[in-house]
């Protein structure tokens, strides 16, 4: 299950070896500009996930990089996480948020809420 770290500056997404080799990625980190806020996701979240690249086994792990037109999602989950917390992501851009790819990520963590509540904090506190 991926471990995240929140500092003054950036989200780190720490995954497991097993996490990493799923989703064919490693760690993600996420400059704090570029955060817009966070949830946990809806009952059918998977729905609205692209194209994949990485490891889908329905019901069991959804892991990887998904793409559709305007989406490009990174999504870390097993079964045993429950609902994935979901971070979105500014669609375009700040220039000091270089190397933020993503519009969004989607990752199974104990607590998914209080993360959700931790990061949505941060950004007010900014």
Do not use: Y
């Not at 892991?63 to 375009?92: C, H, Q, Y």
């Amino acid at each position: 299950m991926p471990k995240l770290e929140l500092n003054d500056d950036q989200l780190i997404i720490r995954l497991t070896p097993g996490d990493k080799l799923a989703a064919f990625h490693g760690d993600v980190k996420i400059n704090g500009v570029a955060i817009r806020g966070a949830a946990v996701a809806n009952k059918n979240w998977w729905t609205t996930l692209g194209l994949r690249i990485g490891t889908g086994l329905p019901g069991l792990i959804i892991a990887g990089t998904f793409i559709k037109k305007g989406d490009r999602a990174f999504v870390s989950w097993t079964r045993k996480a429950g609902l994935p917390l979901e971070i979105t992501l500014a669609a375009k851009m700040h220039p000091s948020a270089r190397g933020t790819q993503f519009t969004r990520i989607l990752v199974g963590v104990e607590d998914a809420q209080g993360w959700a509540d931790k990061i949505n904090d941060a950004i007010v506190a900014c």
